[in-house]
């Protein structure tokens, strides 16, 4: 992809002389999900698709951007001071540039290796990966989480996604064959060694063209605050609802709607099992790992509501099967990705049987990735 990317430079902008690389990794939770916005634990790994950038300052007050994933686009020029919105990919540039004050013209390509809608964090990648490259070519340094914060505010804040920290962390902080224990609320980390021995990560797309996820992810966040409000209506003070660690009945006792009972449920216990999934990790108990992980798909598909039918038949076709330790939906969810643990000379045979399966009742295929861990955003140097 470098290498395409590369050449496009070139042919766009006459010569490469003096432009510089960048890669920015896309990112699989391995557990803790929907509770960084909630201040819990999560459990993330940088991955090795992602986003490669072309870039160097152009001497103007122009950016000139061209995305090899929006060819018909072409070539996109605009001023440094244009905030005006185009729905369009570019628009996200513009929040770079506003949030990290930008004050020079460039000259980018785009090219990157995660598939559109898998859930994958693409537009973290993006977007770290390009912030970092501007700062870079400025000959100014960052510190990582800062970098990881303002880009979440690129989100929340020009693109009007409310959401948490934890994709923009780990394609900041990732580091290779580890996973983070992240606390989203301190923003305290730890790296864990991502060994799963004889066994594999699998990662499997439902290639579902995901609609409305922004207004449902919006909803679950809402109603979160909701149950927060009440409890501190009934005479607490949380910051969190994650600082809830014990005593759940308690204070499921004190919210009277059922639906927000068992979006409580999710969050509490998801959050418990993040931090048991961290200790299995570090004990290279993959056994305990595994059951973790399914118990929390299982809390996303009955309690937080958040899976439907495509992630649920992939993940139940997997666990169905011998040698699958675990499987659960990632990410956002109502589509994207599920990740399962698998015995690794099973995989080859899984994948057609799941394939099948999710055939007959989805009616088109599900796509499958095998990743290696990574490190976060970075420098790289392009060889012919
Ligand atoms: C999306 C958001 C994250 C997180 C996950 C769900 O990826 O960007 O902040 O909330 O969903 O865990």
Redesign the pocket.
């Known amino acids: 992809m470098l290498k395409l990317v590369y050449e496009e430079f070139s042919r766009l902008f006459g010569n490469e002389k003096d432009s510089r690389c960048f890669f920015c990794p896309g990112r699989v ?1 391995i557990i803790g ?2 509770i ?2 909630n201040g819990g634990y999560v459990m993330p790994c940088a991955i090795d698709i992602g986003t490669y950038f072309v870039i160097r300052k152009n001497d103007s007050s122009q950016v000139r951007a061209y995305s090899l994933q929006f060819p018909k686009l072409g070539l996109i020029s605009f001023d440094i001071n244009d905030k005006t919105k185009q729905k369009q990919w570019t628009d996200f540039i513009k929040g770079i540039i506003s949030i990290f004050k930008i004050d020079f013209g460039f000259d980018v390509v785009v090219g990157g290796t995660i598939p559109h809608s898998s ?1 994958l ?1 693409s537009s973290a990648s993006f977007c770290a990966g390009l912030a970092y490259a501007l700062i870079s070519i400025d000959n100014k340094t960052i510190d990582r989480i800062e970098l990881a914060k303002q880009c979440r505010r690129v989100e929340n804040e020009f693109m009007g996604v409310n ?5 923009q962390f780990i394609v900041c902080v990732g580091k290779k064959d580890s996973a983070i224990l992240l606390n989203c609320d301190r923003l305290e980390y730890e790296y864990i060694p991502f060994d799963l021995k004889d066994y594999a990560l699998l990662i499997a797309n439902t290639n579902k063209i995901r609609q409305l996820t922004d207004s449902k ?1 919006n909803q679950r966040k809402q109603e979160s605050e909701e149950i927060l409000a009440i409890l501190n209506n009934n005479g607490y003070s949380f910051e969190n609802l994650c600082d809830i660690r014990d005593d759940m009945d308690k204070y499921l006792s004190l919210i009277d709607n059922e639906i927000l009972k068992k979006r409580f449920r999710h969050i509490v216990s998801e959050n418990l099992r993040t931090l048991k999934a961290a200790k299995a990790l570090k004990e290279k108990d993959i056994i305990t790992l595994g059951k973790l992980l399914t118990e929390s798909h299982l809390s996303l598909e009955n309690d937080y509501e958040v899976t439907g039918v495509e992630l649920d038949t992939l993940v139940h076709a997997f666990l169905n099967e011998d040698d699958c330790l675990g499987a659960r939906m990632t ?2 969810g109502f589509g994207g990705c599920a990740i399962a643990i698998f015995k690794k000379s099973r995989l080859v045979e899984v994948k057609e049987k799941v394939k099948k399966i999710y055939q007959d009742k989805i009616g088109y295929e599900p796509s499958f990735y095998e990743v290696s861990i990574s490190d976060g955003v970075k420098e790289i140097e392009y060889h012919e």
Do not use: L, P, V
Not at 163 to 167: F, K, L, S, T
């Open positions: 939770n999900e929907h960084d916005y859930g964090s959401c948490g920290i934890m994709d992810y990410g956002a």
